[in-house]
């Protein structure tokens, strides 16, 4: 019996397990490895990402997909970059408001037209993308690759700045985490997600305002992508049409990892966390050993699959044992 | 009419007329009115040579949105289209320089290999489509990526292959008529075969379906591993047209197919369309973008007039659908 206990425990955090267990071998590997720099890299590497990831998470445990998240990132980028020419506030206002805006449209479509939400930002992801190919290129100097930068070295200072060595993109990072993951569990509005993502039709009738809650989670969503994009101009200093285009892919990869389901309803923000985290120490892992970054894709996407096939028999021996 | 949900045996379907036909067809109606609008304003729109050019520019995304409409229908999405295309593209072109027939069989293999691979976990473990492609599509072009480090991959000309596609039939290259016929074959498949209606009735209720005894593991499998096919049979013609392709060549693929399917009138729902539909929204696509081509409009403003496409097809749909619950 304990036996098996310990193996639910296991099966249960699999994923930080998993992190757990590349970075030790890393770190015997190359003792550099688990050192204070490294590790803060990871996090810097997905801290913007993380960003989105935070939103993308709600949405899925409403039952919705965004899949136009990269493409909002990369036009608000562009838009806080345009913007900080008239001071810092400007930059971020621009950048943030835009994305607010993207995510409201997004929520009225698929809320109010009843539209499913894949086909709704699929569209927006190739017309907001078109967007940034317009507003970059003409912007950018001739014969360059279309990408602009900003000129304000004061917008830069956003993310240049560290405390207590800790760059403030974590710290950014790490307060969202906290503050989202407290409303999803401890406020009406984060368990009216999960009710509306377990049975909208059951949610209605309990006089839940399903409209609403779905809406406001489109637009926070819209929101964290704007903030995305501020903090990509301001760490990079780059805006152009071929940022965000994988984003989608790789933050619902890891917000799946991270074992939300798809069909709504279920995970929690800290445990999808864990997901992300294990993007973030492959990724290192892939530098440190100096193969492909192109690896890092296979890799999530072997996991990924062996994940859902190990689930998927556990799952069946569970219903009919 | 062919939108209907489930066809119910033989004496079902309605009695043709134009008229009805039209109205049940609404994307047919704006496909004919816009070739109509264009031809009238831009004579070079209607020119042979034009409107060639037109069908082989639709070739990768017929085949695939073909393809991608069965597994639709069938109520599942794959990701992965463009993905494979890179692949089988680079492995017909790297192996058509050993011998033409493994170029052309190796890619089939492969991609009749993903399609059991997704179809299998989708239906077996019950998992979101979705979800499984999305894992798929990052293991294939990973290794793409891997595997050939971004160059342009060449190819031999003078194969068997090249030579297939250089055949014309009354100046129609022989691919775009292969691709006609792989339509219309998918098509019988859909609309006139136990296989097709089990497929849509999958896609419209799985409960039911199963209730009903219909084998749904193996209906919605062979439905992944047709699409994977058509998407290898894709790659092998494009690597024997253009002898050439990149490790990206397939990228956004997938959401191509899905903007084709979207505007002809596939709902991403499940149950409702055809291949029929899954045609004119190819052609419409192409078309569009042929016309903005003429106009002079930049390149970059395409992705706009695309984005704009998706959002009324969608708008539209839910609109006329939400009238005819009333």
């Known amino acids: ?321 | 009419m062919r939108n209907d949900a489930v066809p119910t045996g033989k004496g079902a379907w309605p009695r043709v007329s134009l008229v009805r036909f039209l109205r049940g067809n609404t994307q047919l109606l704006i496909l004919i009115l816009l070739v109509v609008v264009f031809s009238i304003l831009f004579p070079a729109f209607i020119s042979r040579k034009n409107l060639i050019n037109i069908l082989k520019q639709s070739t990768v995304i017929s085949l695939a949105s073909c393809g991608l409409a069965l597994v639709v229908i069938g109520g599942n999405l794959d990701l992965s289209v463009g993905a494979l295309l890179s692949l089988t593209l680079g492995i017909s072109l790297s192996l058509s320089g050993i011998h033409p027939l493994l170029a052309l069989f190796v890619p089939l293999l492969l991609g009749v290999g993903l399609g059991m691979l997704n179809g299998t976990i989708v239906s077996r473990f019950e998992v979101n489509s979705i979800i499984v492609t999305l894992g798929s599509l990052s293991l294939v072009s990973g290794f793409v990526q891997f595997y050939r480090q971004g160059n342009i991959i060449m190819g031999l000309p003078g194969t068997i292959l090249t030579q297939f596609v250089d055949l014309t039939v009354f100046s129609i290259p022989s691919y775009v008529l292969f691709y006609v016929l792989m339509a219309v074959v998918c098509g019988l498949l859909l609309s006139r075969t136990t296989y097709g209606r089990k497929l849509r009735l999958i896609g419209v209720n799985r409960e039911a379906a199963l209730v009903g005894g219909i084998n749904v593991r193996r209906v919605t499998t062979i439905a992944f591993v047709i699409c994977s096919t058509m998407v290898a049979l894709a790659a092998i013609i494009q690597g024997a047209r253009l002898l050439q392709g990149s490790t990206n060549t397939g990228d956004g693929l997938e959401f191509d197919a899905l903007t084709a399917l979207l505007i002809g009138g596939v709902s991403l729902r499940g149950g409702k369309g055809s291949i029929l539909n899954a045609m004119i929204g190819v052609l419409l696509l192409a078309v569009i973008i042929n016309a903005l081509t003429l106009l002079n409009v930049p390149f970059e403003w395409r992705n706009i007039a695309k984005g704009i496409l998706i959002l009324i097809a969608v708008s539209t749909d839910a609109l006329v659908g939400r009238r005819n619950e009333k």
Request: aromatic fraction near 8%; glycine fraction near 12%; include cysteine.
């Open chain 1, 1 to 321: 019996m304990r036996n098996n206990r310990v193996l639910a425990v296991a099966g249960d955090q699999k994923i930080l397990i998993l992190a757990v267990l590349i970075g030790a071998v890393m770190g015997v590997l190359y003792p550099r490895f688990l050192g204070f720099e490294n590790i803060i890299s990871i996090l810097v590497k997905i801290s913007i990402e993380g960003v989105i990831f935070i939103g993308l998470t709600y949405l899925i445990i409403l039952g919705e997909i965004d899949l136009s998240v990269g493409s909002v990132m990369a036009l608000c980028s562009a838009m806080s970059i345009i913007g900080q020419e008239h001071g810092v506030f400007v930059g971020v206002a621009a950048g943030l408001l835009t994305g607010l805006a993207a995510g409201i449209v997004n929520g009225l479509l698929v809320v109010k037209l009843r539209i499913a939400s894949i086909a709704v930002t699929l569209g927006m992801m190739v017309l907001l993308n078109g967007i940034v190919f317009v507003i970059t290129k003409s912007l950018a100097p001739a014969g360059g690759n279309y990408s602009i930068a900003g000129t304000n070295p004061g917008f830069r200072l956003i993310t240049d700045t560290t405390l207590f060595g800790v760059p403030t993109l974590i710290l950014i990072l790490a307060f969202l985490l906290a503050v989202f993951a407290f409303v999803l569990q401890r406020t009406v509005f984060g368990r009216n997600i999960y009710a509306t993502g377990g049975n909208l039709v059951a949610s209605r009738y309990a006089n839940i305002k399903v409209d609403s809650v779905r809406i406001s989670a489109f637009a926070l969503t819209g929101l964290l992508a704007g903030l995305a994009g501020v903090l990509l101009s301001a760490k990079y200093n780059i805006a152009s049409w071929q940022i965000g285009t994988n984003t989608p892919l790789f933050v619902i990869t890891a917000v799946l990892l991270g074992g939300v389901s798809l069909s709504g309803g279920e995970g929690s923000l800290l445990r999808a966390f864990q997901g992300l985290l294990l993007v973030g120490v492959i990724d290192s892992m892939v530098v440190n050993l100096k193969i492909y970054s192109s690896a890092r894709l296979m890799m999530l996407g072997a996991l990924l699959i062996i994940m859902l096939s190990v689930d998927g028999i556990r799952i069946k021996k569970e219903r009919y044992s």
